[in-house]
């Protein structure tokens, strides 16, 4: 006989946010993405916490979210610069799950990031780009300094410091 499958629920809830253990001296496991307080009971205004976060992925995932015709408002923070987490802020138009925004919105930016990283490869690759030799700063300040009159180190003239 087969087993039952649980039935599946159809909420807007974070299936799965993944655990981010961190290394510090105590041994706190934080979600690594958290609901805080303060959301609404159909969740078409939340405030996000994403640990292990900083302006990198808050400011690409504002930007990303307000494309959706959906979304009243985002918004990001960081709440304080030795904390490790960024806050989001996402309000719905027509009770629309701002979950479910999030979701799709980080599957977006994954997806651009995808094809941004694969055609820069791809550029990369063709070689059809403007190359820039390289240029030995070092050795350019120590050639100006010596048609100047003034003694660079390594050379084998020594100034002469008796006057």
């Known amino acids: ?11 807007s809830r974070l299936d799965n946010p993944g655990t ?22 159909d969740y078409s205004a939340c405030t996000f916490c994403l640990w292990q976060e900083d302006h990198t992925l808050g400011n690409a995932l504002r930007w990303i979210i307000m494309k959706d015709p959906d979304v009243e408002f985002c918004g990001y923070t960081a709440p304080h610069p030795s904390e490790p987490k960024i806050h989001i802020r996402i309000q719905m138009y027509d009770n629309h799950s701002a979950v479910d925004c999030l979701r799709k919105g980080l ?18 690759d063709s070689g059809n780009y403007i190359k820039e030799n390289d240029v030995d700063v070092r050795a350019v300040v120590d050639n100006t300094l010596r048609e100047r009159g003034f003694a660079v180190e390594g050379d084998d003239e020594r ?3 008796t006057s």
């Open 20 to 41: 981010l253990l961190q290394s510090v001296s105590t041994s706190l496991t934080h979600e690594k993405i958290t609901i805080l307080p303060g959301y609404e009971p």
């Open 107 to 124: 599957s977006n930016l994954r997806d651009l990031l995808t094809t941004v990283d694969a055609s820069y490869k791809s550029s990369l």
């Open 159 to 161: 100034m002469d410091t």
């Open 1 to 11: 006989m087969a087993e039952e499958e649980a039935p599946t629920q159809s909420t």
